[in-house]
């Protein structure tokens, strides 16, 4: 997969033209074994999150995203995470259970990151109620700054 072009944090944006332009529809199997639709998600403010097993920065966001799905879901987020890993569920099923991730877990495809202009790990986009990207961040993202973003985001109608 992308393992050989995602060992290095890259600290950029994608670029602006994909801001404000719609997401990529998908339809992937969850951790859970049902189907995860993006489209299914219009109307909620979507953080979807690109990691894998082995990144660390991944590691280190994971328990925000978590933080962040308890603390907003009832105000309309929802956490998607999009496992990059080479093994599949074999690896992501217990690191999302070791993890006690609290949002569906799909795997990812090079063609599917291809998309989103994924080319290092890990990528965080934030994605408005009617299915637009509203952010994109490569590389960790600063905590506060992100949750203010998702405020924002909440609090438009």
Same mark, same amino acid.
């Given at each position: 997969?992308?393992?050989?072009?995602?060992?290095?944090?890259?600290?950029?944006?994608?670029?602006?033209?994909?801001?404000?332009?719609?997401?990529?529809?998908? *339809?992937?199997?969850?951790?859970? /074994?049902?189907?995860?639709?993006?489209?299914?998600?219009?109307?909620?403010?979507?953080?979807?999150?690109?990691?894998? *097993?082995? #990144?660390?920065? #991944?590691? $280190?966001?994971?328990?925000?995203?978590?933080?962040?799905?308890?603390?907003?879901?009832?105000? /309309?987020?929802?956490?998607?995470?999009?496992?990059?890993?080479?093994?599949?569920?074999?690896?992501?099923?217990?690191?999302?259970?070791?993890?006690?991730?609290?949002?569906?877990?799909?795997?990812?495809?090079?063609?599917?990151?291809?998309?989103?202009? $994924?080319?290092?790990?890990?990528?965080?986009? =934030?994605?408005?109620?009617?299915?637009?990207?509203?952010?994109?961040? *490569?590389?960790?993202?600063?905590?506060?700054?992100?949750?203010?973003?998702?405020?924002?985001? =909440?609090?438009?109608?």
């Amino acid at each position: 997969m992308l393992r050989s072009l995602l060992l290095g944090f890259a600290l950029t944006t994608l670029p602006a033209a994909t801001v404000l332009q719609p997401a990529p529809d998908f *339809t992937l199997t969850g951790n859970n /074994g049902a189907p995860v639709r993006l489209s299914g998600y219009q109307g909620r403010i979507v953080l979807l999150d690109f990691w894998a *097993t082995w #990144c660390g920065g #991944c590691k $280190v966001e994971i328990p925000w995203y978590i933080e962040f799905q308890n603390k907003y879901k009832d105000k /309309g987020l929802a956490v998607i995470g999009v496992a990059m890993d080479d093994d599949g569920w074999k690896k992501v099923k217990p690191f999302a259970e070791a993890k006690k991730m609290n949002y569906p877990v799909v795997l990812g495809n090079d063609a599917l990151a291809k998309r989103y202009g $994924v080319t290092a790990l890990p990528v965080t986009l =934030l994605i408005d109620r009617e299915g637009k990207i509203a952010a994109s961040h *490569t590389g960790l993202v600063n905590k506060e700054a992100f949750e203010k973003k998702i405020q924002s985001l =909440l609090a438009r109608n």
